[in-house]
């Protein structure tokens, strides 16, 4: 069995532990709107990482030779390891958000952003 990792407590779950400080510090919103494909980040609670396709977002750059598999079940091939900042709106305030352990993957479906990865990162959600 998987455990939580703040509080180590096996069978925990992030939304019903007890030790789990509700304060958020990013909120997140959807809203419909017409964007380009190749700007879009999916937020996604699957993903254990942040794989991306595009090459223009990136920050010191780490050659890596990794393979994970997409959801189509498709393994996808990571070439290099980066950081991403990314400029968030909410609540009519812009934010900065860095994104760490980002690989990239000219193969990939899209630019996911794991919810498992921030959580551990310490961002909060309500």
């Given at each position: 069995m998987?455990?939580y ?73 990571n ?37 498992g ?10």
């Amino acid at each position: 069995m998987r455990s939580y990792h703040e509080c180590s407590r096996v069978g925990h779950l992030r939304a019903v532990c007890p030790d789990h400080k509700q304060q958020a510090n990013l909120t997140l919103t959807v809203a419909e709107k017409t964007i380009d494909i190749d700007d879009l980040w999916i937020l996604d609670n699957g993903s254990n990482r942040h794989p991306m396709n595009d090459e223009s977002y990136l920050q010191d750059v780490e050659e890596c030779r990794d393979e994970c598999v997409q959801p189509n079940g498709e393994t996808l091939s990571n070439t290099k390891r980066v950081k991403v900042t990314l400029r968030v709106t909410t609540c009519g305030e812009e934010h900065m958000v860095g994104l760490t352990d980002v690989n990239l993957s000219k193969d990939a479906v899209s630019n996911i952003i794991s919810y498992g990865l921030l959580d551990k990162q310490g961002f909060k959600f309500t």
